[in-house]
């Protein structure tokens, strides 16, 4: 079954980085997309990232644009997540996903927190 393993996540200055990685298992991983969603509290959940399945194409929300990186290794079935510039409302649970089959597959999520 697909499974996603969240990492990487912490507590973190404002205008630090954080690297999230997210290993994938269950599935042939090199041939989706793969995406980071962020769920904030109080707040639904929001979609961050997207990387195509061979990593040609990116896209971004507006409110991460130049400060963050996805980047995948299929050879390794993993995703990840470079968060630079880090800010306090970045501060969320970050969530790996798919859609396979019409259905989405969720991680249990790793929570970034941005604080002084």
């Known amino acids: 079954q697909v499974q996603f393993v969240e990492s990487g996540g912490g507590l973190v200055q404002p205008g630090g980085s954080l690297r999230l990685s997210c290993a994938a298992s269950?599935?042939?991983?090199?041939?989706?997309?793969m995406n980071w969603y962020r769920q904030a509290p109080g707040k639904e959940r929001e979609l961050v990232a997207s990387?195509?399945?061979?990593?040609?194409?990116?896209n971004y929300a507006d409110s991460v644009k130049g400060r963050f990186t996805i980047g995948r290794v299929n050879a390794k079935n993993t995703v990840y997540l470079q968060m630079n510039s880090l800010k306090p409302e970045d501060t969320a649970v970050y969530y790996c996903?798919?859609?396979?089959?019409?259905?989405?597959?969720w991680g249990n999520g790793t929570l970034v927190t941005v604080s002084s």
């Open positions: 996903n798919t859609i396979k089959d019409g259905m989405n597959f």
């Open positions: 269950g599935f042939y991983f090199s041939i989706y997309r």
């Open positions: 990387i195509s399945s061979a990593g040609g194409t990116r």
